[in-house]
């Protein structure tokens, strides 16, 4: 067996296909882009479901496969580029809340693609994508368990997850589990703050010795003063001892008006 290509590992097994398949089916989606759509495993149905289709592919050898076999179709398009770089504004059907993304994502370059396709001036309404099962429990995080990734995807978006998905789904088997899950963007971010990733930065340096309390790791990192922290700390009635994890997004928010207002 050749050694898989850009960390390539193919999802075969027909009951998590179709499993991925029937919630895309849910959604109705009327334009679709498909992920590393690979050899083909989903696009024949995904192209069934929607109106219009975009298959994103790196690999030349399997893009090249996948526009001979679907030439005849006029609502297809493939494009050879990096997930992680492509931008759906660029392209004349898609609009924002108008198209769905689903994909097996890289391991080494899902938490990229996810956040470039959140991030996008074009969003997607929803996205279905398999990722590395751990790196999926942080995008599903609560406190007092949330991790800066967390954050940075739950900013933008809800997620929920369809299924867990065994090593031997694949070809050939990946050395970690999987999961699917699906994100639904938010059509407003209200945070009293126009850049989201404002606050995400923020929140970086916050986690920045996440073992450490809130009042160490933030002050350590930007140099406010550990008095503004613990004030904020105890007017909102949180423990003095409280770690990064154990905060939400609302408290990340109102610690950074808070923190702000002594700028």
Request: net charge positive; glycine share 4%.
């Amino acid at each position: 067996m050749k050694k898989p290509k850009l960390g390539q590992h193919f999802l075969e097994d027909k009951f998590y296909l179709n499993k991925i398949l029937d919630e895309v089916s849910k959604l109705n989606p009327s334009h679709i882009v498909e992920i590393g759509p690979g050899k083909g495993a989903m696009t024949d149905k995904l192209i069934s479901i929607g109106q219009n289709y975009i298959g994103i592919e790196v690999d030349s050898i399997l893009i090249k496969s996948l526009i001979d076999k679907y030439d005849k179709y006029k609502k297809v398009h493939f494009r050879q580029v990096d997930a992680g770089h492509y931008d759906p504004s660029n392209e004349s059907s898609l609009k924002s809340f108008n198209y769905i993304v689903v994909g097996n994502l890289p391991y080494y370059a899902g938490n990229l693609i996810v956040r470039n396709f959140l991030t996008n001036a074009t969003k997607p309404s929803h996205m279905i994508v398999m990722l590395q099962k751990e790196v999926a429990a942080s995008y599903l995080a609560t406190e007092p368990k949330m991790k800066f990734l967390s954050h940075s995807i739950q900013i933008y978006s809800s997620s929920d997850k369809i299924t867990d998905v065994p090593k031997h789904a694949f070809n050939p088997p990946p050395k970690v589990e999987s999961s699917v899950i699906r994100l639904t963007l938010k059509k407003t971010i209200d945070y009293g703050i126009n850049n989201p990733e404002i606050l995400i930065n923020f929140i970086k340096k916050g986690f920045s010795s996440p073992r450490k309390t809130l009042i160490n790791s933030l002050s350590s990192n930007t140099g406010i003063d550990k008095q503004f922290i613990k004030n904020f700390i105890m007017q909102n009635q949180l423990n003095e001892k409280v770690r990064p994890g154990e905060l939400n997004l609302l408290n990340w928010a109102n610690l950074f008006h808070y923190l702000e207002s002594f700028e």
